[in-house]
């Protein structure tokens, strides 16, 4: 009984000082309490315009919201209060909140602890002032929390939160504490979780902003739709693993370093014209993100490392206009996958950039652009090896201050680098296009190389900006003075009043083009062309070759040579093994008066001329057959040595190498007619006293003496005086002659020599 009676005064007291604690202290407690209990908005400025009078405990809130407070009826199911003031810590954790809270426009001089609690209506916070440290840290908001407007001077921490619906943090402001030296906490929204959107629209973070891991089922939102927005978060932020359905962040302001690393957007995410680094040079790494719309940053600013490496975006990369400032940290695209078209429209590279091994379109299509881009790195090449585009690639307009590779890249469409400025090589070896390849009126440097060495395409055009003035300002710092060289013709005339820049060298070696090549409005010092195949037609146009031309076993359809200057060192152009089905200049048929200059320079091979000859004969023109052949035969005795050389020389001379057999007897019948004009009867002896009285003919007798395997009868009767010494010599010069000249003749006319 003792026991029960214990118990009893226990619980009364208990109830009696719970009663106590709960009762306001203060006539703004107690004015609060009465607008709350008639439903109306506790604004306490209506209560009192003094900071001072509106002064609340928080153990009063803390029992308003807990539900402890006994015998609060309200009419409405929730709580407004304004412009209260909180000068002690807030300890509102691990509570279950039933009611709409909204504590709007409130200052919070102490710390502020929602911990672990559970709102299951709305929370509003919007334009209140927590001046010390804020924690929501678990908090499970079962419906919205908005903190719009609201201000922190302090560190919070929403990590772990949970809010079914919206988070909207519209015009929030993280500041920093101020301190020199030490660095600011983040504003941790670490492994949160949002059902609905996180609006951050005009948000200013001083702090560094983290999300990692956190997820955000519908949109991260720092302007409507795709319009711009301010969001600042000045320290940076870090989306590591975040996963979001969209974000649009256009822009936006992001002072320190930026982490989508691993992040996973399952719509777009737009960041237009925001400014990455602008109050230093820190990364903006996306790396590895995951984004199944399109990453839009059209006209962004990156002040420092821009990473994008293996980055997936299932449509399009758009990032056309944008700027990359850095000139010592590259801008990196390496192993990029895009799913339809990437975009560099216009774009700024200041640094080195890297396309190596991105994969631009899915099984169906895809594009790359960088037309009128602008790579302006003074040291590093530009690379775009293995590049994969299921599409075309179009470069036109582009500005590259040094070497830009796109070794080993495959592109589906055409590849177009017109009018493109070139400070740089350009270096295409094994790169591969379906398509035409354009590299059309480039302005280039002195002593670029353009190199499709290995390399593989349908059509392929090359030519230089003749209209490019010698000493124009360079858009994009190249050199202000360009090597102009005036094309001319062999007897030294001038070919054309423009000056070109040339290339060092126009590397065509082993590439393989099914369709058509043209080479036009070009001086180069080196063309390397060695086993390159071309399927139609190779035109070379208005070219101008200083040192070398190298053509050796090259395969083309039909070869169209039309005011090609080569060079003037003999060995310096090798044309062993070319093949090709036709050769044309200005408009018809290759003249032999035309390419006889050419196979007289280059290096002596006798398949060189063994094939023009051919051609000639082909289409019916023998006599360039014919001259073909002699100038081969020609070229030939100068590296014949001993009696195979002055048979050559005595071949060429009597019957041009058996293609003019009626030399060898203009020959012989100017010889003959020497003799009849030199063995005159007054110069004649018989060989015998009986034969005195004899019939002489000096005309018989000449052709008897030079003929071979014919007997006139006159030789064997006559014979030059004794005194006339030079006849009897002439006479067996002749007989030589005759057995020299008439089988040779005879077998230059029965083509026993070809």
Known sequence: MGRCRSLMVGSLWSSCALAQAAQPETHAEEWVLKQIRLGKVANLRHFSADTEARVLDTTFIEDLLSGTMVDLQLPRPHIHVQYAVFREPLDLTAVEVTREVRLTECIFEAGVDFSGSTFYRDLYLDRTHFKERVRFEGVHAHRNLSIERAQFEGAASFTHLKVALDLNADRVAFVTDGAEGAPAESVSFDFARVGGTFYLREATFGRRLTAICAVVEQSLVGADDYSKARVDFQAGVDFQSFSVQQVFLGSAKFGGAVNFRKATI??????????????????????????????????????????????????????????FKSKFIPANFNSMRVGRAAYFDDATFDGQVDFGYANIGSSLSGTISAAGAKFRSATDATSFAELNVLGPANFAGAEFRTTVSFGSAVIIGDFVLDQATLGGDVLCDEMEVRGVTSIDQVVCTSGNTVSIADGECAELTISLDRTAPDNSENRNGLRDKTDRLVGQVEDGTERGSASRTGLSTLDLARARITRSLHVKDLTCDVLEAESLRVGGRALFEDLTIRQTAELRHATLGALQLNAVTWPDCRACIRLDGMQYKYIGSNGGIARWQDLENLLGRSAFNSGVYAQLEKFYEDQGHGAEADDVYVAWKKREGKVLQGPERWWNWLLGLLVRHGRSPHRAFLWSAGIIASGWAVFRRSRMDPRNASDKHERYSSFWYSCDIFIPFVDLSAAQVWIPKREFVVGRALMRIYTLLGWILIPIGVAALTGIIH
């Open 266 to 323: 399952e719509g777009d995410l737009v960041l237009d014209d925001a400014e990455f680094g602008h109050g230093g040079e820190e990364c903006a790494r996306f790396d590895e993100a995951s984004v199944a719309g399109s990453l839009l940053m059209r006209g962004a600013k990156f002040a420092g490392r821009a990473d994008f490496r293996s980055v997936d975006v299932r449509r399009d990369f758009n990032a056309a206009d944008c700027v």
